[in-house]
């Protein structure tokens, strides 16, 4: 799959106020994703190897967008976009693998085409902030690799070079969205977008994760921010085992209503599926219905379908079947959200576990102090 077709859609449009925020007509879902991503060329037996990429592209052929869907084309980050999450020096390191290969830390690795792979992804995840903030399309999915919410503004990590939901965020700013709001589902912490954001108000850092001792081990309910930026990152750690029962639960009591509360004028989802019960890299219990009812919650809870600017960012997701089909669900719910009882009904999985309800409680009690609950 390239990004051959439909090279009109690169177009960012108008930036003034957002890139045009204003009411448009319906649009089919933007894609952007490249082959390319796969020259990021994994050591044997890695888990973050090109295979993720294919997976999470079959998922795209086999959803109700693949046919319809606009393909973007993609562009490099430049200097000046990286930095405005990323210090001068970690762009340079990693600027100077070209041509090389090795490892950054333990997990993460890079081969001769790596950098190059990581500008193309990020300046794709920008192509993609613009487009919805031109209104040109309400959402869109970004399918690329490596991913990125592990890397914080100074370094590579976990199996993560340029972080690019930080880096849109930052650029959709640059555009004139006043709040943007980034809901990160991934199994793992998103530590390093909450490095990057912790001390700003302007954008809201939620992340829903296993807890300690899951990797990155942070992530606690009482890390809530710094500074001007108290109350602007809410954490949702859960223990193991933790299936749709009670991240259903986690989304309708704590997620969606600080989501409507702070209206964001853009939303991007660090969309990993390695909490899927098929992922040997997690310990949840999640399956491809759960991510399709998140989904739909979220574009409902944020003014619907036809209103709601959303973007998907892949992040992890390591059982290629799992992803495949997490993947295709994600974008059916997008772009056949069903009616409002369908988006409504919580996913029927049984009751939510008293251990899992207890930490709920405690999330909810640390999030009073900053939202209505």
């Known amino acids: ?30 894609l952007a994703t490249d082959t390319f991503f796969a020259e990021h060329v994994s050591p044997p037996h890695h888990d973050e190897d090109p295979a993720r990429l294919y997976a999470a592209q079959r998922g795209f052929e086999r959803s109700r967008a693949a046919q319809t869907a606009a393909r973007l084309v993609g562009r490099d980050a430049t200097a000046d976009e990286l930095v405005r999450a990323h210090t001068p020096a970690f762009i340079e390191q990693v600027l100077a693998t070209r041509g090389g290969s090795g490892w950054l830390d333990p997990d993460t690795y890079f081969s001769p085409a790596s ?12 192509v993609l902030t613009e487009t919805l903030l031109s209104g040109r399309h309400r959402q869109g999915i970004g399918l690329w690799r490596p991913p990125g919410h592990h890397s914080p503004a100074d370094r590579a ?9 930080a880096v849109a965020a930052r650029h959709a700013r640059q555009l004139g969205a006043a709040r943007v709001l980034i809901v990160d589902w991934d199994v ?23 807890g300690r001792p899951q990797y990155p081990e942070t992530g606690a309910c009482d890390e809530t921010g710094r500074g001007a930026g108290r109350g602007y990152t809410v954490n949702l750690p859960l223990s193991i085992g933790a299936g749709g029962a009670a991240y259903a639960a986690a989304f309708e009591r704590v997620i969606l209503p600080i989501a409507e509360q702070y209206k964001p ?30 989904t739909r919650r979220l574009l409902q809870t944020l003014g619907g379908p036809d209103a709601a ?32 009882a369908s988006a409504t009904a919580t996913p029927s999985r049984g ?17 009073r102090a900053f939202w209505t609950l």
């Not at 990590?157 to 939901?165: P, S």
């Not at 954001?197 to 296993?210: C, G, K, N, R, T």
């Not at 939303?267 to 040997?280: F, I, K, N, P, Q």
């Not at 009751?351 to 999030?367: D, G, K, M, W, Y």
């Open 309 to 340: 600017r959303v973007g998907f960012f892949l992040e992890g997701g390591y059982d290629r079947t799992a992803l495949t089909e997490s993947v295709a669900a994600t974008i059916d719910a997008i772009v056949a959200p069903g009616t409002q």
């Open 188 to 210: 793992h912490h998103g530590n390093g977008t909450q490095d990057i954001f912790e001390s700003d108000p302007s954008v809201l850092f939620i992340s829903i994760h296993q």
């Open 1 to 30: 799959m390239t990004t051959a077709a439909h090279s009109h859609e690169s177009d960012p449009g108008s930036a003034n106020g957002a890139g045009g925020l204003h009411s448009v007509a319906r649009a089919p879902l933007a």
């Open 265 to 294: 004028d853009l939303t991007l989802v660090s969309a990993g599926y390695d909490a899927h019960e098929r992922d040997a890299l997690g310990g949840m219990c999640l399956r491809a219905e759960d991510y399709a009812w998140f």
């Open 351 to 367: 009751p939510i576990s008293a251990r899992h309800a207890a930490e709920l409680a405690i999330i909810e009690e640390t999030q």
């Open 157 to 165: 990590l976990g199996f993560c070079l340029f972080n690019h939901v």
């Open 115 to 126: 950098a190059e792979v990581a500008l193309r992804s990020t300046g794709s995840a920008l």
